[in-house]
C-alpha cells in the first residue's frame, strides 16, 4: 500500500511510519522542516509539507492509497488542530484518497459517569482543556464530512512510548478501561491498531478507539 503520513517527525507519526515500513508499505513521510526529521525512519520517502495547507496536501497525496495525520500543534495553538482538519478534507477532496486521523480522547464516553472525557478532571486536567476541546472539535469536523473516506481513531486516556506487543482492544464512543482501572496504550501498540486499520478498512466515515 502506498501511505502518506503528516506528522511523520511526532512522537507517534514516526511510530506509524516504522509500523507501516515493517509490514512493507510505500510510505512517504511529510515533516514541516526536513532538517529536523532525523527521527522519521530510514525507508521512507521524505517530503517537506504542511497539512494545513490544502493545496500541499492534495499535492502530497495524490497518487497514495491512504493519508494518515498524527499532526499535533504546539502549545497556544490548539485551534490549528481544527484548521488542519479541515485542510486535509479540503485537500484529499480532490484525489480520492482516504484519510486515517489520529484524534483525541476528549470525545469518548466515561463508562462510570457517561459524561465526556473533556468534562472529567481525573482525565483533563485545566491545563490540558484547550487541546481536549480542540480535539472535539476536530472530531465534530470529520463527522461533516461526506465527500471523503475517514476513520478517526481516539487514543485512551494515556498514550505513552512503550513495547510493542501486537495487542490491544477496539472500541467505539467509550473510554476504554483495563482490568487494572487504567485508560493506556502505548504509541507501539497505537501505531499498530492503526495500521491494521488501513489494512482492513474496518471503520468508514467512523471513530473508533483502542485500548489494552
Known amino acids: 500500500m502506498r501511505i502518506v503520513v503528516f506528522g511523520a517527525a511526532g512522537n507517534v507519526g514516526r511510530r506509524v511510519v516504522a509500523e507501516a515500513l515493517g509490514r512493507g508499505h510505500a510510505v512517504t513521510a511529510v515533516v514541516r522542516d526536513v532538517a529536523r526529521a532525523a527521527d522519521v525512519p530510514s525507508g521512507a520517502v521524505l517530503r517537506a509539507g504542511d ?10 497525496s495524490a497518487g497514495q492509497e491512504l493519508a494518515i495525520s498524527a499532526t499535533r500543534p504546539a502549545p497556544g495553538s490548539e485551534g490549528d488542530l481544527v484548521l488542519t482538519a479541515r485542510a486535509l478534507f479540503a485537500g484529499l ?14 470525545s469518548l464516553v466515561v463508562p462510570d459517569t457517561g459524561g465526556l472525557v473533556v468534562d ?31 476513520a478517526y481513531l481516539s487514543p485512551p486516556a494515556l498514550l505513552e512510548p512503550g513495547e510493542r506487543t501486537g495487542r490491544y482492544r477496539l472500541g ?10 487504567r485508560s493506556r496504550i502505548s504509541m507501539e501498540d497505537f501505531a499498530v ?16 478507539t483502542v485500548g489494552y
Open 120 to 150: 472529567d478532571p481525573r482525565y483533563v486536567p485545566p491545563a490540558w482543556r484547550d487541546i481536549a476541546l480542540a480535539c472535539c472539535e476536530q472530531l465534530a469536523v470529520c463527522r461533516t464530512q461526506g465527500d471523503v473516506d475517514w
Open 93 to 106: 477532496s480532490r484525489t480520492g484518497v482516504r484519510l486515517l486521523l489520529v484524534g483525541g480522547a476528549a
Open 193 to 208: 491498531a492503526l495500521i491494521d486499520e488501513a489494512e482492513r478498512c474496518s471503520h468508514r466515515q467512523a471513530r473508533f
Open 51 to 60: 497539512a494545513s495547507d490544502a493545496q500541499q496536501v492534495a499535492a502530497l
Open 172 to 181: 467505539r464512543d467509550e473510554l476504554l478501561i483495563g482490568a487494572d482501572g
